[in-house]
């Protein structure tokens, strides 16, 4: 399967024509990464891995209402930039929170700009090092709360059921049985009551506070298509900041740009890593190429160390544990590699796992390594992945010997890879005996002057306005 072959569905101009009824916005748009994410985790038997979460004290919840209150954007200063983050993204720093991926664009421009953030499972990372972040979950809040006291529109109920069918004629996949497009009706009901209010309370929010710009996280997947139109409608100019890895195959980042008319929905402006990214992505949106602060701040304080050993990284993405685990074992077992170093980095979400899923590397001595990843990074010769990941491009930072397993997931994300790529052990070993380099520059992944490239963009931003 080739993404592009998924981008068809939206080949046919009547999938927009089903409409929720005041915004004007596609019910499609608020879908689509549901739909697109069912098929390729079917398509690819691959799984959703969420981090469990505890039930929420009483305190907790009080405390959580309390802070969305009495930090809401409606007490924030006017500022001429409005940023609307994550707080799962915070960092801690000298005992105190940062947004990682915007706080050196608030230090940038501080007194223009005001940094939103949603709550991470109904709480807030504390305390926050800028005073000056409010929270964002009070709109939504507003939203939701008031369309539990509404009934659905007969015309919005009449769309969705005419869209249901048209998917059901359209789009053939396996996964999207009966069951499934009963569910998704039934989401897209609940949708089509909150985005009125949503609409209602954002649209308030921008006539009281008329920020110039604002940068939405995640706003190209579709479901801030309201948000955006309606800023539009008010000459505010919209923008998305990238947040991780991109690529021609990620379904929030490429769209089918036949329908022009649609660019309304999404933002003027993507700002990406570097100019290699540019050529990743095919949005409506006009590309500038920024840099990373919180990359180049985080990665200059490494320094590259020689080893005595030369030392294999491999970083596990979490979808082929025993391809790893048999990866590993015949490196080890080869004499070839019997005076190399070899460290195993499992995913995240796999800590939990790591006797069920690696206990054979255990038995082997192999090194399980979950420490700070840079520090690794800046002392291996080389780094080897299962998988797709933005550690990859990070990796470039210190090294060009960074390989990729070959299998029809990654051949999915990555059909032209900058990276070598191997589908069997004796592959891999070639590939480390030969020191076979990535070719492509690093400057080109990571523009080094995001400073400059940001104060140059807002600045152009804020005259025209």
Not at 182 to 197: A, G, T, W
């Amino acid at each position: 399967m080739l993404f592009d072959d998924l981008l068809k569905i939206e080949d046919s101009k009547v999938l927009f024509s089903y409409q929720f009824k005041g915004i004007n916005v596609p019910i499609w748009f608020y879908i689509r990464n549901e739909i697109l994410r069912e098929i390729i985790d079917c398509e690819f038997l691959q799984s959703d891995p969420r981090v469990l979460t505890h039930k929420k004290k009483v305190i907790e919840m009080l405390k959580y209402f309390l802070l969305t209150l009495i930090k809401n954007p409606f007490f924030s200063n006017r500022k001429d930039i409005y940023i609307f983050g994550s707080d799962v993204v915070n960092v801690k720093e000298n005992g105190k929170f940062i947004n990682r991926l915007y706080n050196d664009f608030y230090e940038t421009f501080p007194n223009k700009t005001q940094i939103l953030e949603s709550s991470t499972n109904r709480s807030y990372q504390r305390p926050k090092k800028h005073k000056s972040i409010y929270y964002s979950d009070f709109l939504d809040l507003f939203a939701i709360l008031l369309s539990k006291f509404v009934r659905v529109e007969k015309e919005d109920k009449i769309a969705i059921s005419e869209l249901i069918s048209f998917l059901k004629k359209n789009v053939n996949h396996e996964s999207l049985n009966d069951l499934y497009f009963i569910k998704l009706e039934k989401i897209l009901i609940i949708i089509s009551k909150r985005v009125r209010f949503s609409s209602f309370i954002y649209k308030y929010l921008f006539k009281i506070k008329k920020p110039k710009l604002i940068i939405l996280e995640d706003a190209s997947y579709g479901s801030m298509a309201h948000i955006i139109l309606l800023a539009k409608e008010l000459g505010i100019v919209t923008a998305e900041y990238q947040h991780g890895y991109i690529g021609l195959s990620h379904r929030g980042y490429n769209h089918n740009l036949n329908y022009k008319q649609n660019s309304k929905y999404f933002p003027d402006y993507f700002l990406h890593y570097g100019k290699y990214w540019g050529s990743q992505c095919r949005l409506f949106s006009k590309k500038i190429a920024i840099g990373s602060p919180n990359i180049s701040k985080t990665l200059n304080k490494y320094k590259t160390k020689q080893n005595k050993l030369k030392t294999i990284l491999f970083i596990s993405g979490g979808t082929s544990p025993q391809e790893v685990t048999q990866l590993i074992i015949d490196l080890k077992k080869d004499n070839q590699f019997r005076d190399y170093r070899i460290l195993f980095r499992p995913h995240p979400a796999e800590k939990i796992f790591l006797d069920t899923r690696y206990g054979l590397l255990k038995d082997l001595n192999i090194e399980i390594y979950d420490s700070n990843l840079y520090e690794a990074l800046v002392s291996v010769d080389y780094v080897i992945s299962d998988g797709v990941s933005s550690v990859l491009y990070e990796a470039l930072y210190f090294m060009n010997k960074i390989y990729m397993m070959d299998t029809r997931f990654t051949k999915f994300y990555e059909e032209n890879s900058i990276f070598p790529t191997f589908k069997t052990s004796n592959e891999l070993k070639t590939l480390i005996l030969d020191n076979v380099e990535v070719q492509q520059d690093k400057n080109d992944i990571w523009d080094k002057n995001w400073k400059l490239n940001y104060e140059n963009f807002i600045n152009e931003v804020l005259e025209l306005k």
